[in-house]
């Protein structure tokens, strides 16, 4: 029998490359195919100005992914890349194109429960270097080298332009399943992370993971093992996928079946 696979596409928080993902290619089942959605502006394309619109940086990752997106595939964002990962599946739902077999929604706040404040006076070096060091995540090497700081902190302010600019607008539900993930020590308030659950039109997950906002870091392991458990569910008729999920450690689940 030939083996699933499946191409998730990760998209990175504020501030961040897709870079953050790269373990992940060694870390999850082979089957797992990672697909990093680098934006313009860092990584590889850090010769490119920075998109600071949302509508527009979703439609141009649809049209640069329209080829992954064809197949089996899934989408995984941590805090920004969260909601880019929400909106990216609506404009598929919209366009009429194939969806993803599952939302992973990390770190962040449900679409219509975000602060509208969030992003008010954060466009100069004190503001966006508080957040940094207030949310963790971000290596003492960056605050020290004054080129890398400039670069973060450049990418950091268009990227709040981005999340500021995501339309608050009510959606359908999303007809699939939705995973999202949280930190019990995070600042986000857990009803807004919970109010996720208004987006799935599938089956509903929640995990809550120890650790803040960068959780996914400091809970690599359990954050990899949920996502596996979770891709290889849709694959529960295959063997092979199923053993590799039951090797991992069940800790901190909820799985909520929203399916009417």
Request: glycine share 6%; with cysteine.
């Amino acid at each position: 029998m030939r083996s699933p696979s499946i191409d998730l596409l990760v998209l990175p928080c504020a501030g961040a490359s897709a870079t953050m993902y790269l373990r992940w290619r060694r870390l999850l089942p082979e089957w797992v195919r990672i697909v990093p959605v680098e934006l313009p502006g860092r990584g590889a394309r850090i010769g490119e100005p920075c998109q600071e619109d949302c509508v527009r940086l979703v439609e141009q990752i649809c049209d640069e992914h329209a080829a992954a997106m064809q197949g089996r595939y899934a989408l995984f964002g941590h805090s920004m890349g969260a909601l880019l990962a929400y909106a990216v599946a609506q404009r598929q739902r919209a366009l009429g194109r194939t969806l993803p077999c599952v939302v992973f929604a990390s770190g962040s706040p449900a679409p219509l429960r975000r602060d509208p404040t969030r992003y008010l006076d954060k466009d100069h070096d004190d503001a966006l270097i508080a957040d940094l060091r207030r949310q963790g995540g971000t290596p003492e090497e960056v605050f020290a080298n004054s080129e890398l700081l400039r670069m973060t902190l450049d990418t950091l302010a268009a990227d709040y332009r981005i999340c500021a600019s995501f339309p608050a607008v009510p959606q359908p539900p999303l007809p699939l399943p939705l995973h999202v993930l949280g930190g019990r020590s995070d600042d986000i308030a857990p009803e807004r992370i919970e109010a996720w659950r208004q987006e799935a039109g599938g089956q509903f997950m929640l995990d809550w993971f120890d650790g803040g906002h960068f959780f996914i870091r400091q809970q690599e392991q359990q954050v990899l093992a949920a996502i596996a458990r979770t891709l290889t569910r849709q694959f529960s008729g295959v063997r092979h996928a199923a053993a590799l999920a039951s090797t991992q450690p069940r800790n901190n689940h909820e799985c909520i079946d929203t399916t009417i």
